[in-house]
């Protein structure tokens, strides 16, 4: 009998426990523990996804100098070292996408286990990307109307023209003109719209010049990069694996370096907002001994989503601008600068409201 009242006691103390919430049944538990997993990345955790590039590109040296900036607040910042490739990095950021394993070959360490929440790159991609043109245009999705910038980092970059300094050559023009068999390497794979502009400007065609012996390479493979006369593209004061031509191709040949004429100059200006007229400074490579007109672009946007929380694009705003020491310090070569007057601005890309609420309290902006 005793046993019997100690059973129906314990049942019954059992059953209001299970109605009061505070025992659930065994498959109730684990219903819940997989839908309350810890979580591994994201804001919630102080553990944001940060989409750059490999630890010796340009983004990839971005990542490391934000997430060493963040430390000091207590930001624990995840870095996809594969997250990017042009306007790749751009799409995962807008996208929230988790990404996806680097190539088997690739040295670089497997991404963070969650979506990316933001990232850095070129400031012309971010542009692009919220307007939906150049490499976004054919995007199913259309314009990114959810980025949002948080910071913009200067870093220059020169459209240069070089040949070699016994071709004679003075205007490129002259290729065609005088049906010169020279061997041309324009890469169009960085950037491409100023190269291709560059090229129909002069005519320089593969229909154009393969009748009379010469060639047209579009891509700066080692191969490629071979038994050069004329060399067209994006060189930058870094030695990043994009521009490691120039330095391999100026110390190979003696050459000369041309102006890019004036009026195209202002074509390329009025066609493309991010650009701008600039002199390429003297020294910036082997044999460049005067400063040499062309057209220049700046800029490495740190940037996210419109659901990035206030107080983080805030403190990662602060955290930037407190720390721009670690500019100076970045791998690869980067010649990264903080500039107050541009720090907020992307041609239209909205600002961030909480980055925005940090530089009109350091009075940078209005």
Same mark, same amino acid.
């Given at each position: 009998?005793?046993?019997?009242?100690?059973?129906?006691?314990? !049942?019954?103390?059992?059953?209001?426990?299970? +109605?009061?919430?505070?025992?659930?049944? #065994?498959?109730?538990?684990?219903?819940?523990?997989?839908? #309350?997993?810890?979580?591994?990345?994201?804001?919630?955790?102080?553990?944001?996804?940060?989409?750059? /590039?490999? /630890?010796?590109? $340009?983004?990839?040296?971005?990542?490391?100098?934000?997430?060493?900036?963040?430390? @000091?607040?207590?930001?624990?910042?995840?870095?996809?070292?594969?997250?990017?490739?042009?306007?790749?990095?751009?799409?995962? &950021?807008?996208?929230?996408?988790?990404?996806?394993?680097?190539? $088997?070959? /690739?040295?670089?360490?497997?991404?963070?286990? !969650?979506?990316?929440?933001?990232?850095?790159?070129?400031?012309?991609?971010?542009?692009?990307?919220?307007?939906?043109?150049?490499?976004?245009?054919?995007?199913?999705?259309?314009?990114?109307?959810?980025?949002?910038?948080?910071?913009?980092?200067?870093?220059?970059?020169?459209?240069?023209?070089?040949?070699?300094?016994?071709?004679? *050559? =003075?205007?490129?023009?002259? *290729?065609?003109?005088?049906?010169?068999?020279?061997?041309?390497?324009?890469?169009? !794979? *960085?950037?491409?719209?100023? #190269?291709?502009? &560059?090229?129909?400007?002069?005519? +320089?065609?593969?229909?154009?010049?393969?009748? @009379?012996?010469?060639?047209?390479? =579009?891509?700066?493979?080692?191969?490629?990069?071979?038994?050069?006369?004329?060399?067209?593209?994006?060189?930058?004061?870094?030695?990043? $694996?994009?521009?490691?031509?120039?330095?391999?191709? /100026?110390?190979?040949?003696?050459?000369?370096?041309?102006?890019?004429?004036?009026?195209?100059?202002?074509k390329m200006t009025k066609q493309e907002d991010v650009l701008e007229e600039r002199d390429i400074p003297v020294g910036l490579l082997r044999g460049m001994d005067h400063p040499v007109p062309t057209v220049a672009r700046t800029g490495t946007a740190i940037y996210g989503r419109a659901d990035m929380p206030d107080d983080f694009a805030y403190t990662l705003a602060k955290a930037m601008d407190e720390h721009q020491d670690l500019l100076q310090w970045a791998n690869s070569n980067m010649h990264f600068s903080y500039n107050w007057h541009t720090i907020w601005k992307d041609l239209g890309?909205?600002?961030?409201?909480?980055?925005?609420?940090?530089?009109?309290?350091?009075?940078?902006?209005?």
């Amino acid at each position: 009998m005793r046993s019997r009242r100690l059973a129906i006691i314990c !049942g019954m103390m059992v059953l209001a426990a299970l +109605l009061a919430g505070n025992l659930r049944p #065994t498959g109730a538990q684990n219903t819940a523990s997989q839908k #309350t997993g810890k979580q591994e990345t994201g804001y919630a955790v102080k553990k944001p996804v940060f989409g750059g /590039s490999c /630890s010796f590109c $340009p983004w990839g040296a971005m990542a490391e100098i934000v997430k060493t900036a963040m430390s @000091f607040y207590g930001w624990d910042v995840q870095i996809c070292y594969s997250c990017a490739g042009g306007p790749r990095e751009a799409r995962l &950021v807008a996208g929230a996408v988790v990404p996806p394993k680097p190539n $088997p070959s /690739s040295n670089q360490p497997p991404p963070p286990n !969650g979506p990316v929440d933001f990232g850095a790159t070129g400031s012309q991609y971010l542009w692009w990307a919220y307007q939906g043109n150049h490499d976004f245009a054919e995007d199913p999705e259309g314009p990114r109307k959810q980025l949002r910038l948080v910071a913009n980092i200067q870093d220059p970059y020169y459209f240069i023209i070089a040949v070699k300094a016994d071709s004679g *050559i =003075t205007d490129l023009s002259q *290729i065609i003109e005088k049906r010169l068999p020279v061997q041309i390497l324009a890469s169009t !794979g *960085i950037d491409g719209p100023p #190269t291709t502009e &560059v090229l129909n400007y002069f005519g +320089l065609t593969k229909e154009k010049l393969e009748p @009379f012996g010469a060639s047209l390479r =579009t891509t700066a493979s080692a191969e490629n990069r071979k038994n050069l006369d004329v060399i067209i593209g994006w060189g930058a004061l870094n030695g990043t $694996p994009e521009f490691n031509m120039w330095y391999e191709v /100026s110390q190979k040949y003696d050459l000369k370096y041309l102006e890019l004429p004036k009026e195209l100059r202002e074509k390329m200006t009025k066609q493309e907002d991010v650009l701008e007229e600039r002199d390429i400074p003297v020294g910036l490579l082997r044999g460049m001994d005067h400063p040499v007109p062309t057209v220049a672009r700046t800029g490495t946007a740190i940037y996210g989503r419109a659901d990035m929380p206030d107080d983080f694009a805030y403190t990662l705003a602060k955290a930037m601008d407190e720390h721009q020491d670690l500019l100076q310090w970045a791998n690869s070569n980067m010649h990264f600068s903080y500039n107050w007057h541009t720090i907020w601005k992307d041609l239209g890309v909205p600002l961030h409201p909480g980055a925005a609420r940090y530089y009109k309290e350091r009075g940078y902006m209005k």
